[in-house]
């Protein structure tokens, strides 16, 4: 067996209520796993190539980034418009529409429905709304058996752990995990860890529920006000069964899903799962417009926070958020560390944005889990400003006094060290010195943490400032 | 207040902006010349089918194709299958399907999808419970892109319609892509007026 195989999969960050998450330690037991941490950076890896590979076969690829950015810009400019016009096309098609401005009250209305249809069996697809909300507790509180029917994220609830990915929730796990958690709850063989083998065994587990399913559950990738349609994008077609085979759909959806026409949804599917996963659309893509024949359809619009981040002038791009996850397979950060380590409903560099307007204090680490590389904002299909975002979160927990100790003690030494240019020359120059001459040990140890998993740059001969000094500034003027 | 005017009051006190116009999205056409050519490399590098056509008998192979399976369900007229779907028909007595025979609305060249409307269904869960789909399309009915499609008047006139690109599809263990995931093991398109 490889490494891989026999490696224990590390768990995700340690929620210590409203204790700021400590992305940091997660992080580094996920580095230690280091079969589990280089297969992660893999495959998400290789899902980024497949992006560049399918960006490169479309000529009008930045012109549809272009697009989908000012759509999105547009719409939110205009959401209360469009909002009220997808209501008022879903209601004329039969469909039941509802509001809910927080998780709470969005729980309560989907539970209210299932209750009303007495619905104790409800087969869901992948939501990460439904995650934000904690929606599969609230209803197993209810008495409600919720299934999940995408593969990852029914790994991930058997294994009753946090998706770790928008797209791919269970790309933390080996085959060797998921035969773990499958032979101890869907009672698979002991020891097959053949993927063929493990994925037919949940779609036969998972069947039974489908057909006896008293209601279905899906989210939506996007909502048209034109149409008042609801468009839900997966590769598996477990938002189809779930929507059609029993009596009764449910949708939930954020506010911010909705564009404007038909038009635009090209737009958006042309770049979605060549964003995600490098294909040129998802296996399905489903349009939703009214309750199938015999059927009922009910849309849950959510707010949960969306209105208020709406307000703020730095952070409102957030808002166009398409959950392509292109973001986190580019990140470096992100590949290295995994999902989880996160400790938030949504990671990587579109975590480090959302989260925070959630909780600030409990995510106030999360904006400094990135090395601000850009990367991320460069294959984003909707040109959110991520790294910029992430920058300004930065003086955002600064100026609200979010910052940890350490981080305060560093800030504030290195503020009087830049208010001083002669100090400051001073101990850039000694630095650099110091690293030429100090042994090994000394420059990569504990106390070095830019010293850990790279190497320190060899430092030039001579600061830029004393060569122009010297070159281009009368002597003794450096200096002022 | 209820929810609803609270979230839209929220909204509206965030955003002060003078009414702009939506963008518009230009079709971005290129090469309608080959676009049967296209739908079929499209579609095969989704894991979908085509079947080659015998000019004697063009339902040849899906004749074949059916004659070792048990349970077929066809909805357009060309071929007679053994399980008969009524008004009446739950969706998950669709369970045991083997195969599932039906006529797409169109094609489009740029992704090999095929657009499946619930009047080409009949029942929503033909498209998904059967083991494997041959699906009629008509050549003149390709489009050339995601533009064409949704531009198309079909999504006015149904309540449900779905693209479909190849079989069913998952790669969520190790990377490892899987045909038959949830819904069907294989796709087959028949091109054919």
Redesign the interface.
Known sequence: MSDLQQEIQPKGAKIKGNKPVNQLEAANRFIAASAHQQ?HDQ?LW?LRKKRDAQMHLI??WE?LRD?AS??KS???????DY??EFERNAKA??VHVH???DAQ?SNQIIAGILKEHDAKNLVKSKSMLGEECLLRQHLEEEGVTVIE????ER?QQLDKEDPSHVV????H???TD?SKVFVKTLNAEEGNND??Y??TTQ?ET??PY???ADAGMTGANFLVAE?G?VVVCT????A??SA??PPLHIVTVG?EKII????????F??LLSRSA?G???????????????GGEMHVV?V?NGR??R??SHKFKAGLKCIRCGACMNTCPVFRRSGGLSYGSVYAGPIGLILSPTYNVHKYRNLPFASTLNGSCTNVCPVKINLHEQIFAWRETLAEEKELSLSKRIIMTSLGKLFAHPKAYRMAVQTGDKLLSYLPHFMVYNQLNTWGRQRDIPTPPKETFHSWYAKNYMKKGKADE | M???E???T??????H?E???????PF?H?DPANIVDKFKQ?LI???GQIIETDPQDPYKFVKEKIAQSKIICSVVPEILGNRHLTETTE??EL?DIDYGVLRASFGVA????ICLT?QDLF???L???PQHLIIFLDPKQIVE???D???RSE??Q???????????????????L?R?????RSLSVLLIE
């Open positions: 297969m495959r290789d000529p009008e012109e697009l000012d759509i547009h719409t939110l400019d205009h959401l209360a909002l009220e098609n039969g509001w809910a401005k009250e029917t995408d593969l990852g790994i791919v929730p269970a790309v796990k080996s085959r998921v993927v063929h493990l994925a779609r998972t069947r489908i057909l006896n149409t349609a590769n598996e077609g477990n189809d069964l059609n085979t506010i404007p026409k038909m038009e635009h949804l090209a737009v599917i042309r996963l294909s040129p659309i998802t296996q399905y893509t489903s349009y939703f417009s009214g309750p199938r024949k619009l707010d209105s208020t709406l307000a | 209820s929810s609803r609270f979230i839209l929220q909204i509206r006190q965030s955003c902006t009414r702009s116009e939506a963008p518009t999205v971005f290129q499209s590098a989704m894991g969706p998950k369970q740029e992704t090999g999808s619930e029942i929503n869960t498209g998904y419970l892109n995601l533009h499609a949704y531009a999504w006015k149904i309540h449900y319609a779905a693209l479909h690109s190849g079989p069913s599809a998952t790669a969520d263990i190790e990377g490892v899987i038959g995931a949830q819904g069907v």
